[in-house]
C-alpha cells in the first residue's frame, strides 16, 4: 500500500523537450551540438566529431518545442493527475556561456512561468539542475568538467536558482546519472589527449561533479531549509552470469565501478572503503585536498533518485557470451528476459531487487525517477494503441509497491517520459517513450500536435487510484 503523499509523475529534461535553443538570449550548450539519427555512430568512436562537424540537423533546437507549449503539456499532466513533474532547467538559460556574472532575466522568467503553471494545478516540480546539457563555452575553453573552475561555474548557478526558486521548488537533484561521467563523453565533455589514461580523467571528472553536487546540496540546505535534494544515477542491478564465484565477483567489481561508486560519494559523502585497491588498479591519482573531503563529507543528499530501465548480467573476462545493448552500460544477454527493438532488456523484479539493494547499503529514501519503454510507433486515428507500454509500466509498479512492502521507502515514481521526446543516447524521435504522442519525426518534421495514447488514459487511473488499480 502506498502513502497517500506517493508522488507521482512523469519525468523529462531540457534539451531533450524544450527546443527554443537559441531563444531568448540562451547559450549553446553540448546538447545543442549533438546531430540527430546518426549520434550513436560518433558517442563511442569519434566524439571529436560534435565539435569538428557540421551535421544536418540537431534535434535539440526544436526539442518537441515544450518552450511554446508547455501551458498545453502541463494541462496534459494535470488531467492525468500528475503530483509530480520532474524537469530540468537548461544551464544555458540562465548563464548562456556559464561564466557571466549575472543572470538573464528572461530564462529565469521562463522557469518562474513553468514553475507557476505546475503549482497551478499542485503539480510539484523535482527540478534536475544538470542535464547533459553543460555550457559549451566551459567545454571548449577549459575542456569540461576536469577543470575545477567549472566546480565554481556550476555553485554561481546553483546560488542563483535556489534564492529565485526557493517558493515555488522543494525538491530537487543536482547532476542526471552522475555515475556515467566516468565514461562517457556527452556529459563530462573533457576530450582526451594520446596517451591520457581514461580511468584519471573519468574519476578525476566525477570528483569534480561530486563535489559540486555536495557545494549545491550546501547551498540548498541554507537557502531552502524545507527542501530536499536528492543524487540521480542510473542504476541497474548487475547478476553474475551463473554461480562461478569468478562471475560473481566480476558481478561486483563491475557494479561498484559504475554504479555504487558514484553513490557513496554523494551518499554518505565518502569515498568507499575498495577505492585505494581500485584506483591502484586503474592508476589513477586523484587531485583533491582535505577541504574538499569535508565538503563532500558534511553535505550527502537527502534522498537518492535513479533511473531504472533494466538490469545488467555479467560475467568474468574470458567467459564469451552473447552480448547485448544497454543504456549507457551493457552486458552479457540474460536468456530469461525479452528485450525492447533497442536490444534493451526487460526485467520489472529487477525494479523490486534494485530498491532492496540500494536502501539496504545506503538506508535513504529512494524516488524512481525514470522508468519507460521506447517503442517505434505509429498513430491511427489520433491515438496508439500501447498496450505494450501499459504492460510494461504496469510489471515496473508491481514490483516497486513490492519493494514498499518488503520495507523500502520509496518517495515517489516518475516515468519517462509523459510525452515523446528526442532519445537520449540515439537524437532519435522514433524511440517513443510517451504517453502522449507528439506529431515530429527524426528530421524534425511534423505538425508537433499532441494526441493522448491509450496509455495515458490508463496511467491517470493509476494514479486516481495510488497504484491500486493497475489493470
Ligand atoms: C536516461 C537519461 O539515461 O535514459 C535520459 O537520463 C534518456 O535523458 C533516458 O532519455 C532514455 O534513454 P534514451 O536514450 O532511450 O532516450
Not at 555504487?260 to 554523494?266: G, V, Y
Amino acid at each position: 500500500m502506498l502513502n497517500k503523499d506517493f508522488l507521482w509523475g512523469g519525468a523529462t529534461a531540457a534539451n531533450q523537450c524544450e527546443g527554443a535553443w537559441d531563444v531568448g538570449g540562451k547559450g549553446v550548450s553540448m546538447a545543442d551540438i549533438l546531430p540527430g539519427k546518426i549520434r550513436q555512430k560518433y558517442i563511442f568512436a569519434d566524439p571529436d566529431a560534435f565539435y569538428t562537424k557540421k551535421f544536418d540537423y540537431y534535434p535539440s533546437h526544436i526539442g518537441v518545442d515544450f518552450y511554446h507549449r508547455y501551458k498545453e503539456d502541463i494541462a496534459l499532466m494535470a488531467e492525468m493527475g500528475f503530483k509530480c513533474y520532474r524537469m530540468s532547467i537548461a544551464w544555458t538559460r540562465i548563464y548562456p556561456t556559464g561564466e557571466e556574472s549575472e543572470p538573464l532575466e528572461e530564462g529565469l522568467k521562463f522557469y518562474d512561468d513553468v514553475f507557476d503553471e505546475l503549482l497551478k494545478y499542485d503539480i510539484q516540480p523535482l527540478v534536475t539542475l544538470s542535464h547533459f546539457d553543460t555550457p559549451l563555452e566551459l567545454n571548449s575553453k577549459y575542456n569540461g568538467w576536469i577543470d575545477k573552475h567549472l566546480v565554481d561555474c556550476f555553485e554561481k548557478f546553483c546560488k542563483t536558482v535556489f534564492v529565485r526558486y526557493r517558493n515555488k521548488v522543494k525538491y530537487w537533484l543536482t547532476f542526471n546519472e552522475v555515475n556515467a561521467v566516468t565514461k562517457l563523453f556527452v556529459p563530462n565533455g573533457t576530450r582526451m589527449k594520446e596517451g591520457d589514461n581514461p580511468d584519471q580523467i573519468g574519476y578525476q571528472v566525477l570528483h569534480n561533479m561530486c563535489l559540486a553536487g555536495a557545494k549545491a546540496v550546501k547551498l540548498c540546505h541554507e537557502i531552502i531549509p524545507d527542501a530536499k535534494i536528492g543524487c540521480m544515477v542510473q542504476y541497474s542491478p548487475v547478476y553474475p552470469y551463473s554461480c562461478h564465484p569468478d562471475d560473481v565477483l566480476a558481478a561486483l567489481d563491475f557494479e561498484r565501478d559504475r554504479e555504487l561508486f558514484a553513490i557513496d560519494l554523494q551518499a554518505k559523502g565518502e569515498y568507499p572503503y575498495y577505492t585505494r585497491r581500485m584506483f591502484k588498479k586503474l592508476g589513477v591519482v586523484l587531485d583533491t585536498n582535505e577541504d574538499e573531503l569535508e565538503i563532500l563529507k558534511n553535505n550527502s543528499v537527502d534522498f537518492i533518485s535513479f533511473s531504472y530501465y533494466m538490469s545488467l548480467t555479467y560475467a568474468r573476462e574470458e567467459f564469451v557470451a552473447e552480448q547485448t545493448e544497454g543504456n549507457i552500460f551493457s552486458g552479457i544477454r540474460n536468456p530469461y528476459l525479452n528485450s525492447t527493438e533497442w536490444g534493451w532488456q526487460i526485467d520489472a523484479k529487477g525494479l523490486r531487487f534494485a530498491c532492496n539493494r540500494l536502501y539496504s547499503l545506503y538506508g535513504k529514501p529512494l524516488f524512481i525517477v525514470e522508468n519507460g519503454v521506447g517503442v517505434d510507433e505509429k498513430m491511427v486515428n489520433e491515438t496508439v494503441n500501447d498496450n505494450y507500454r501499459i504492460e510494461y509500466l504496469k510489471n515496473h509498479i508491481e514490483q516497486l509497491k513490492e519493494a514498499v512492502d518488503d520495507g523500502v521507502q520509496i518517495m515517489g515514481y516518475t516515468m519517462w517520459s509523459p510525452i515523446d521526446i528526442v532519445s537520449n543516447s540515439t537524437g532519435e524521435m522514433r524511440k517513443r517513450y510517451g504517453v502522449i504522442y507528439v506529431d515530429l519525426d527524426d528530421d524534425g518534421k511534423g505538425t508537433l500536435n499532441r494526441y493522448k495514447k491509450k496509455s495515458f488514459y490508463w496511467y491517470k487511473n493509476v494514479i486516481e487510484t495510488n497504484g491500486e488499480e493497475l489493470d
